[in-house]
T-cell receptor, first 114, second 117 residues
Framework: DVKVTQSSRYLVKRTGEKVFLECVQDMDHENMFWYRQDPGLGLRLIYFSYDVKMKEKGDIPEGYSVSREKKERFSLILESASTNQTSMYLC?????????????FGPGTRLTVL | AQSVTQPDIHITVSEGASLELRCNYS??????LFWYVQSPGQGLQLLLK??????LVQGIKGFEAEFKRSQSSFNLRKPSVHWSDAAEYFC???????????????FGAGTQVVVTP
């Protein structure tokens, strides 16, 4: 089974703090994704990566950055957390191409910024 | 641009009754379509997916979905709901993998399903 793990299930930070959310997958997937999930808005793509050190902006990248130094690990960084970044953050990974192009999700990190 | 609409924000269904969740998509080419389920406090689990071929797709937990190109729909159904089916359900659309699509998905806003005794 594909396993995607996220470093924390719950996180509470203060406004202005630098926040790191980490995601690790164990299936040698090329693609990794970061989403935020808000009620009534579904999942919105923040950033994704299709290879080590490669990254592309998603639909809502403002206020976020990412890092992918190793294939299995994809980090989301909030340089200066703000209250409007309080949300559920979900990481996913996939193997590109054909019928296997399915995203597998981690359990999520619920971030509260005070 | 691709988009997904789930018209029902919230559905209440009695245990043992049938369930149908609606999903409409907008996409120029043949879409890849997915249904995911999210139980409280959990990540998303894939229920089923459609890439090509038979338009009636069987998934896990007794769910099925039917792709109707003429209606741009991919509705999810279950004949008899169990209390454990209470969750949020997301429909998603994507494109065949390429250096344009990168396997990205567009998600709907979700439908919350409540199951009553």
């Amino acid at each position: 089974d594909v396993k995607v793990t996220q470093s924390s299930r719950y996180l509470v930070k203060r406004t202005g703090e630098k926040v790191f959310l980490e995601c690790v997958q164990d299936m040698d997937h090329e693609n990794m994704f970061w989403y935020r999930q808000d009620p009534g808005l579904g999942l919105r793509l923040i950033y994704f990566s299709y290879d080590v050190k490669m990254k592309e902006k998603g639909d809502i990248p403002e206020g976020y950055s990412v890092s992918r130094e190793k294939k299995e690990r994809f980090s989301l960084i909030l340089e200066s957390a703000s209250t409007n970044q309080t949300s559920m953050y979900l990481c996913a990974s996939s193997f590109p191409g054909g019928a296997t192009d399915t995203q597998y999700f981690g359990p999520g990190t619920r971030l509260t910024v005070l | 641009a691709q988009s997904v609409t789930q018209p029902d924000i919230h559905i209440t269904v009695s245990e043992g009754a049938s369930l149908e969740l609606r999903c409409n998509y907008s996409y120029g080419a043949t879409p890849y379509l997915f249904w995911y389920v999210q139980s409280p406090g959990q990540g998303l689990q894939l229920l089923l997916k459609y890439f090509s071929g038979d338009t009636l797709v069987q998934g896990i937990k007794g769910f099925e979905a039917e792709f109707k190109r003429s209606q741009s729909s991919f509705n999810l159904r279950k004949p008899s709901v169990h209390w454990s089916d209470a969750a949020e359900y997301f429909c998603a659309v994507g494109a065949r993998y390429s250096t344009d699509s990168w396997g990205k998905l567009q998600f709907g806003a979700g439908t919350q399903v409540v199951v009553t005794p």
